[in-house]
């Protein structure tokens, strides 16, 4: 079964603080993936990688940067963190692109004020 | 663009009951199409998963069929258990293969 570990579980911020996510997989999959999930939105993908220091754009990409420093880590950075971006943020990964298995992290819920 | 539409956005059954959890999609050509599962608390993991249209599949008693006429991809089961409460989410697999889109997800409530 894939691991996938995210950090913190939860957090608070301010508006405008600087706020980053942690990723990380212990089955070497190439790909991982940052959604977001809101009520009557579903998953909205924002970032996804499929190797270390490689960066592709999600459909959600406004406000967020990401990084993936190794094939364990993606990290997903908000610089100016904004009250619509309180959400719950999932990590995924997946051995070779999306038409495989997603396997996902417990999430990290982040609440803006 | 791709998309995917659950006009469903909550079941409540008592257990024993039928289930079925509308899903269609708009895209071009021939996606591979999901049903992923979230359990309370949990990520979503994935359910099942069909690459063929007009194919059907199957996992712990669910069953969708890929109907590329109607553009469809309903769930179903026969008889749900109280263990089946989640928010189910119908994805299509984007045409650049790297993406999934999700639709908004229908939370099934099953009473006992």
């Known amino acids: 079964e894939a691991a996938v570990t995210q950090s913190p579980r939860n957090k ?97 819920r982040l609440l803006v004020l | 663009g791709n998309s995917v539409t659950q006009m469903q956005g909550q079941v409540t059954l008592s257990e024993e009951e039928f289930l079925f959890i509308n899903c269609t999609y708009s895209t071009t050509g021939y996606p591979t199409l999901f049903w992923y599962v979230q359990y309370p608390g949990e990520g979503p993991q994935l359910l099942l998963k069909v690459t063929t249209a007009n194919n059907k599949g199957s996992s712990r008693g669910f069953e969708a069929t890929y109907d590329k006429g109607t553009t469809s991809f309903h769930l179903q089961k026969a008889s749900v258990q109280e263990s089946d409460s989640a928010v189910y989410y119908c994805a299509q697999l984007s045409g650049s293969f790297n993406k999934l889109t999700f639709g908004a997800g229908t939370r099934l409530a099953v009473c006992p």
């Open chain 1, 12 to 108: 608070v911020t301010v508006t405008g603080g600087n706020v980053t996510l942690s990723c990380r997989q212990t089955n070497s999959h190439n790909y991982m993936y940052w959604y977001r999930q809101d009520t009557g939105h579903g998953l909205r993908l924002i970032h996804y990688s499929y190797g270390a220091g490689n960066l592709q754009i999600g459909d959600v990409p406004d406000g967020y940067k990401a990084t993936r420093t190794t094939q364990e880590d993606f990290f997903l950075l908000l610089e100016l963190a904004s009250p619509s971006q309180t959400s719950l943020y999932f990590c995924a990964s997946s051995e070779k692109g999306a038409q495989d298995t997603q396997y996902f992290g417990p999430g990290t």
